[in-house]
């Protein structure tokens, strides 16, 4: 089973940016779809980002789009979340999530431990 390791969080300022990763493990990470969610406190997981299996298509949420781009690097079964602008609503535990096809539709195996980012206002 693949496991998946978030990391890069941290306490940032309102306006500042950070690069998350997520590592995965085994050698299936090129063949499946992949995205970000996330989870702040006392609130629902939420989508906000997937890729396809090449890279070549990404979807975001609204409440991101034009300040997050997801990327993969295949070579090195390692996926990216680029966070510009961030906001204080941005604050919650990021997690990365594998699909169970080339393109992205829902989430399938067991979720990492996550990674906190902070905003600060």
């Known amino acids: 089973q693949v496991q998946l390791a978030e990391s890069g969080g941290g306490l940032v300022q309102a306006g500042d940016s950070l690069i998350l990763s997520c590592a995965a493990s085994g050698r299936t990470f090129s063949m499946y779809a992949m995205a970000w969610f996330r989870q702040a406190p006392e609130t629902e997981r939420e989508f906000i980002a997937s890729?396809?299996?090449?890279?070549?298509?990404?979807y975001y949420a609204d409440s991101v789009k034009g300040r997050f781009t997801i990327s993969r690097d295949n070579t090195k079964n390692t996926m990216f979340l680029q966070m510009n602008s961030l906001k204080p609503e941005d604050t919650a535990v990021y997690y990365c999530?594998?699909?169970?096809?080339?393109?992205?539709?829902?989430?399938?195996?067991?979720w990492g431990q996550g990674t906190q980012v902070t905003v600060s206002s």
């Open positions: 890729i396809n299996w090449s890279g070549g298509n990404t």
């Open positions: 999530a594998r699909g169970n096809a080339r393109t992205w539709s829902f989430p399938v195996g067991s």
